[in-house]
């Protein structure tokens, strides 16, 4: 039985959202008690730059009635860690909560309110998303918290066999060199079930997008094609080197960070519309 055949006798819609519905069922549980209502979880990929975000009441039934929706860029699915993508979504629900039982900030504002709600479910919020970032602002991305909710409910899942099945085989060269040069996702990785596209069929089937289209996409862009980034201290200094190296200022004795894709993208996690 081919392929082509094998994907026509199951259903890629049902697949890809009983997943994501399955990863939202059991984050309700384990991080808010089973208080959030139901919403409609979407992919988009309207904003590259963006994991995903919160809209508020976006959708209305022809019964009259209204629900959210928390929307998934599904061009990250397989170049990040699956840690990372179910950060997006416990993060998107936090927005979730605080619009509905709390006092959201202004637009994409992050408040203090919503970084104590993310704290109490084991995300730290931070504007750099690493230790040390400001924890309330416009573009505030999160980590982990070693030993906190949100890792103990994920490694419960992955225990439960869970994966996201299917991926954008299209990423763009920017959410490549994102993905490589974030220097947490090592670290992450074994905690949230690795980086899909390391595994050899993932990689033979992702095709890096340039400035072409999908269908002008050739086989000579793998997943994992060397990349150049640019990499500057906080005396300025500045370095090309390929994504992922740890560099350290002789000067100002602090490490090298990206600069440039990775800078445009950090922090951009979300982005509500209310």
């Not at 819609?13 to 009983?18: K, N």
């Not at 066999?161 to 763009?172: E, H, I, K, N, Q």
């Not at 002008?216 to 080197?241: E, F, I, M, P, T």
């Not at 600069?259 to 951009?268: H, I, M, S, T």
């Amino acid at each position: 039985m081919g392929q082509d055949t094998e994907v026509n006798l199951r259903s890629p819609t049902r697949e890809v959202y009983e997943e994501l519905q399955r990863a939202y069922d059991h984050y309700n549980e384990r991080l808010f008690g089973g208080q959030l209502p139901e919403c409609v979880i979407t992919l988009q990929r309207d904003n590259p730059r963006t994991y995903g975000y919160f809209s508020f009441k976006r959708f209305g039934h022809l019964d009259g009635a209204v629900t959210d929706e928390i929307a998934l860029n599904p061009t990250f699915f397989a170049v990040v860690p699956l840690v990372e993508t179910m950060q997006t979504i416990a993060h998107e629900m936090t927005h979730l909560w605080q619009a509905h039982f709390g006092e959201p900030g202004r637009r994409r504002y992050h408040n203090d309110q919503w970084a104590a709600k993310m704290e109490s479910i084991g995300l730290m919020p931070s504007s750099t998303g690493r230790p040390g970032g400001k924890r309330t602002g416009e573009c505030v991305a999160d980590y982990p918290i070693v030993g906190g909710p949100f890792l103990l409910a994920t490694e419960e899942l992955l225990t439960q066999a869970f994966r996201l099945s299917w991926y954008d085989r299209f990423p763009s060269q920017q959410q490549v060199s994102l993905a490589q040069a974030d220097v947490a996702q090592e670290h992450y990785a074994d905690l949230g079930g690795g980086v899909p596209a390391r595994a050899g069929q993932v990689a033979a089937n992702l095709q890096v997008q340039g400035s072409s289209t999908p269908d002008q996409v050739g086989g000579d862009s793998a997943a994992n094609r060397s990349n150049r980034v640019k990499y500057s201290c906080s005396c300025h200094n500045q370095v090309w080197g390929r994504p992922g190296l740890r560099l350290r200022c002789e000067e100002c004795k602090k490490l090298f960070e990206v600069r440039g894709v990775q800078e445009a993208v950090r922090g951009a996690r979300c982005q509500p519309i209310c």
